[in-house]
C-alpha cells in the first residue's frame, strides 16, 4: 500500500527494555521526522532525517537512537525504555525541505 | 533555536462563529509556515502553508496570513461547523530542514 505506514500501532514494554518503532514510505520522500505527543507538550521533534544515511537531532532526542540506512525506512530505537517515554510516537515523512509531510497513524508506546 | 507558540486551548464555540487560533513564531532566516490539524485517533494531515512573508493559505474556509512584521500566522474562519472540532496546530520549518510544532489548540464546536 503506498503512504507511509508505522508498526506496531500499540506497544507494552516494560522499563529497561529495548524497543524499535518501524516507520516505513513508499514515496520515496527524502525527508523523514519523529515526533512524540504528550498532552500539554503538543508535538515534540526527536530526530529527523534529509536522506539516507543522515540524520541529526530533535528538541528532544535523549534516550533514542535513529538509523536510515534505506530511504523508505526510518526506524526508531529506545534503548533503554522509561516510563517517561511513554507517549504516542509519530512518523512523518515530506518530498524536500518546507514542503507538505506526511504523517503515520502513531505509535501508542506504554512503559511499564 | 526555532520555535512555535499557539494560543492555549480548548477553545469552545457554537456552530457558525468565527474563529481564530494565535500562532507566534521564533525563527533565523525565512521559515515556511503551515497548520496542521489532528482528528481523534488520527494522524495530522496539512490544512494550508504560506512560504514568504504576506503570503495567504487558505483551504476549506480556513486562512492565515504570514506576517513577518509581528511574527504571527493566525489561523481564522469565519464560521465554524461541527466537523472543524479537532486540534489544530501551527508549524514552522526551517532553513535547516526541520519542522517544529506549536503544542496544539483544541478546537470543540458545539450545534
Known sequence: DAGITQSPRYKITETGRQVTLMCHQTWSH??????????GHGLRLIYYSAAADITDKGEVPDGYVVSR???????????????????VYFCASSAGKNTEAFFGQGTRLTVV | GDSVTQMEGPVTLSEEAFLTINCTYTATGYPSLFWYVQYPGEG?????????????????????????????????????????????????GNQGGKLIFGQGTELSVKP
Not at chain 1, 534505506?70 to 517517561?84: G, I, M, Q, V, Y
Not at chain 2, 483551504?59 to 511574527?71: L, V
Open chain 1, 30 to 39: 527524502s525527508y523523514m521526522f519523529w515526533y512524540r505527543q504528550d498532552l
Open chain 1, 69 to 87: 540506512s534505506k530511504t523508505e525506512n526510518f526506524p526508531l530505537t529506545l534503548e533503554s525504555a522509561t516510563r517517561s517515554q511513554t507517549s
Open chain 2, 44 to 92: 495530522l494531515q496539512l490544512l494550508l502553508k504560506a512560504t514568504k512573508a504576506d503570503d495567504k493559505g487558505s483551504n476549506k474556509g480556513f486562512e492565515a496570513t504570514y506576517r513577518k512584521e509581528t511574527t504571527s500566522f493566525h489561523l481564522e474562519k469565519g464560521s465554524v461547523q461541527v466537523s472543524d472540532s479537532a486540534v489544530y496546530f501551527c508549524a514552522l
